[in-house]
C-alpha cells in the first residue's frame, strides 16, 4: 500500500495521537506541551488554527496539527450533517455531530444550535422541540469549534425521536407534532420534511 506524507511523518516521529481538529478546538495548556506547527495560544490555553491531524512528540512534548489528509473530513461552512442531540436547555442545543457528506466520524464533533437557529418561527423554549437522543439533519454556519449549526429550512430538522416517557418510536401526525407508538404519549419536535421516510426504515429495521 502507498504511503503517504502523512504517514511516514508520523512514523518516524513516533507520534501516538490521530485525533482530528478543526479551528478553535482546545488542544491543551502551554504548562504541559509546546505549541507547534498548526497551533496558537491565548491566555495560556493552546488551540488549533488549522483543521487536520494533532500529534504530539513525547520527547520534546511539541503539540502540533498537521494538515489532514485529503480522506480526513471535517465540516465545512454549508456542509449538511447529521448530528444526535447530546442536551437540549431553553436557549441552546448541544449535540454529536457523526455524519457530514456522508461519511461518519469515529469521534465526532461538538456543535450547537442557538434558539434563534431552530427555526423561521418563534421558539420559546429549545428543549420544547428537540430532545436528547433525537437524530437530526442540520447545516453548518460556523465550522470553528464548538461548530455552530442551524435547523431552519423544512428540510432540516428531526429525522427520528423516541418518546421521552417510555423510549417508543415517536410518529408524526402533524407538522411538528408526534405520538409515540408504545403509550401514546403526545411530543413536539422542529421536524424535518422527510421525518417519515426515517420512521419507516426505523420501523422497519425493529421487524
Request: hydrophobic letters at 35%; charged letters at 30%; proline letters at 4%.
Amino acid at each position: 500500500m502507498r504511503c503517504t506524507f502523512m504517514d511516514s511523518t508520523m512514523k518516524k516521529e513516533e507520534k501516538n495521537s490521530t485525533h482530528i481538529a478543526i479551528p478553535g478546538t482546545r488542544l491543551g495548556v502551554i504548562e504541559e506541551y509546546i505549541p507547534g506547527k498548526g497551533t496558537y495560544q491565548h491566555d495560556g490555553v493552546i488551540y488549533a488554527a488549522i483543521p487536520g491531524v494533532v500529534v504530539v512528540d513525547k520527547s520534546s512534548k511539541e503539540i502540533k496539527v498537521l494538515s489532514a489528509r485529503p480522506h480526513v473530513i471535517t465540516p465545512r461552512r454549508g456542509d449538511i450533517v447529521i448530528a444526535k442531540v447530546d442536551d437540549a436547555k431553553d436557549k441552546i442545543v448541544f449535540l454529536e455531530i457523526f455524519m457530514v457528506r456522508n461519511k461518519k466520524f469515529e469521534n465526532p464533533f461538538s456543535g450547537m444550535i442557538f434558539i434563534n437557529q431552530i427555526d423561521s418561527r418563534y421558539i420559546e423554549r429549545a428543549k420544547d422541540v428537540f430532545k436528547p437522543g433525537d437524530i437530526v439533519r442540520a447545516k453548518v454556519i460556523r465550522p470553528t469549534n464548538p461548530i455552530q449549526l442551524t435547523t431552519v429550512g423544512r428540510n432540516l430538522g428531526v429525522l427520528l425521536a423516541y418518546c421521552t416517557k417510555c423510549g417508543g418510536l415517536l410518529r408524526r401526525i402533524n407538522e411538528n407534532t408526534l405520538k409515540c407508538n408504545v403509550c401514546n404519549n403526545i411530543e413536539k419536535r422542529k421536524l424535518a420534511n422527510d421525518y417519515e421516510k426515517y420512521y419507516a426504515l426505523a420501523v422497519s429495521a425493529k421487524k
